[in-house]
């Protein structure tokens, strides 16, 4: 196995630091005027400089300053009524690089004249986590080329308290987890090993760790997940994996987080194959269980009071072969559901379905559940919500705002999110055709050109996680949410070759641990 400096912990880490520290090697200012600066010496410099060098303020820019590297980084406009602090968090990135260029290793990040404008509360924080971000490299480059290509080992953040410090390393662990598990190649992070790297994630922590590798105990108890497993039993590296994620913390506990997670390790969308090239970047359609273990990390590190945290994670791969499964099929699922078989590229609700079934019975003895399945689903929710999330909430969830909450404080942590509803044309989609059946899984087209595409699955898995029966009329209700991360989970959309961005994380955290 790898060391865990080597898988985990290459990320920078975030230490106090004030304006006239000298341990570190570069200055990095971002702001959106330069003038304003409270240190009058550094401020007459950079005036200076701006005299003879007009990119300041305009891009990202090296001075050197009495020895040392002033790297500054402009933020553009703030005041308008679409400005967010991913203002800070791409500027963050874009500086980060600079320094990184010029040899810094230790560098220092100062966030100069932050008015009362609550938008931007935690942008030193955000700050922090879009470098973190930009200077991120694939666990396959780390591994070939050694930890020098992650040379920056320490980010000193100008004036933030240890309790700062604490949460922002504890959500950079996670994120860091969250994009190596996604953005993996589908051998590297098969199934197996994807189970083995949450294994030594997790050693030596407070978060328990099942992994179900027994093919008949998946036949039986997940029999959707395994129907989506079928065409790799041929291949044993390609096995699937459940894993199972526990924290109970210290004390009372006052609410029970309850995730399900979509970890496609390869999604070749089975028979109803991707051609045309759109199978490119599918190893990255494991986001969704990436995330919520990227969030274990940042609850094991960060030890919150209060909350427990359970997390399963569906870790298989949807082949092509003589034995995979194929539209009109229809399969009984651990509810009991008869599941007709619309588009085996509609794959990764029936993966998730069994595994929400068996929550959702788990959280009839918790205290204050509420369910959430997390996946990059659909190219809809991608294309109706373009770089953000969207939350799809039952009854239960909407009438206790969890996806507002969330949401909201995703705009200030840079992990934005739309707030989205299931309605009865939803269920009025999936319902059977036929007496042989009691659901269908999805249409045979693609999500992305159906109406309430992305809006859809989430009835399907109500039904087959016997949550249809615990909406807001019913002797138990239990608050659900269905977070798509498709057009969240990468860079700029690019699924091959983007960098993973472990959406929902920092807004998880966030809401439920701060």
């Avoid at 409270?38 to 990202?60: E, H, Y």
């Avoid at 390790?265 to 190893?283: N, Q």
Wanted: proline share 5%.
């Amino acid at each position: 196995m790898f060391s865990n400096r080597t898988l985990f912990m290459a990320y920078p880490q975030a230490v106090s630091a004030s304006l006239e520290c000298t341990s570190h090697d570069a200055l990095i200012i971002i702001s959106n005027d330069f003038s304003q600066l409270p240190n009058n010496s550094l401020r007459d410099a950079i005036l200076a400089q701006a005299n003879v060098d007009s990119r300041i303020g305009k891009q990202v820019t090296l001075l050197v300053i009495e020895n040392k590297r002033v790297v500054l980084a402009p933020t553009g406009p703030l005041n308008r009524d679409y400005d967010d602090v991913r203002r800070y968090f791409d500027a963050a990135k874009l500086a980060i690089n600079e320094a990184k260029a010029s040899g810094s290793i230790n560098p220092a990040l100062f966030l100069p004249n932050l008015n009362g404008d609550s938008r931007y509360q935690h942008a030193l924080e955000v700050a922090y986590l879009g470098a973190c971000q930009a200077l991120w490299q694939p666990l396959e480059a780390r591994e070939y080329h050694g930890e020098s290509i992650e040379p920056i080992t320490q980010i000193g953040l100008v004036g933030a308290s240890e309790q700062t410090i604490k949460a922002v390393n504890a959500i950079a662990a996670g994120q860091y987890a969250a994009r190596d598990l996604c953005g993996t190649e589908p051998e590297r992070m098969a199934p197996p090993r994807f189970a083995d790297y949450c294994v030594e994630l997790f050693k030596g922590s407070n978060i328990a760790v099942d992994v179900i590798d027994d093919i008949a105990a998946i036949d039986k108890n997940y029999p959707m997940l395994s129907t989506v497993a079928r065409a790799s039993y041929a291949v044993e590296r390609h096995h699937p994996r459940v894993v199972k994620l526990e924290y109970v913390p210290e004390g009372e506990i006052t609410r029970t987080l309850m995730f399900v997670g979509k970890g496609l390790v390869y999604d070749t969308g089975g028979a109803d194959l991707k051609v045309g090239g759109h199978m490119a970047g599918m190893s990255r359609d494991k986001g969704g269980a990436a995330s919520v273990a990227g969030f274990m990390k940042a609850v094991a590190d960060y030890q919150p009071k209060g909350v427990k945290v359970v997390s399963y994670l569906a870790v298989v791969r949807n082949s092509i072969g003589s034995d995979c499964f194929v539209p009109d099929e229809i399969i009984t699922s651990r509810e009991g559901v008869r599941v007709r078989i619309g588009n085996t590229d509609a794959e990764g609700r029936l993966a998730m379905g069994d595994l929400l079934s068996e929550m959702k019975d788990l959280a009839k003895g918790e205290i204050n559940p509420t369910l959430f399945t997390v996946a990059t689903l659909t190219g809809h929710a991608a294309r109706a919500m373009g770089p953000y999330g969207a939350y799809v909430e039952n009854g239960p969830a909407r009438s206790a705002g969890v996806s507002r909450q969330i949401a909201d404080l995703g705009d200030l942590w840079a992990d934005g999110a739309e707030v989205s509803r299931s309605r009865r044309e939803d269920y009025d989609f999936i319902k059977p055709r036929t007496l042989a059946d009691d659901v269908l899984s999805s249409n045979n087209a693609a999500s992305a050109v159906t109406a309430r595409g992305h809006q859809f699955p989430m009835a399907f898995m109500a039904i087959v996680g016997g949550l249809d029966k615990h909406g807001n009329d019913s002797a138990q209700p239990l608050p659900y949410v269905h977070m798509d991360i498709a057009g969240s989970g990468v860079e700029g959309g690019d699924w091959q070759h983007g960098k993973p961005t472990a959406a929902s994380v920092t807004s998880l955290f966030a809401r439920y641990c701060l």
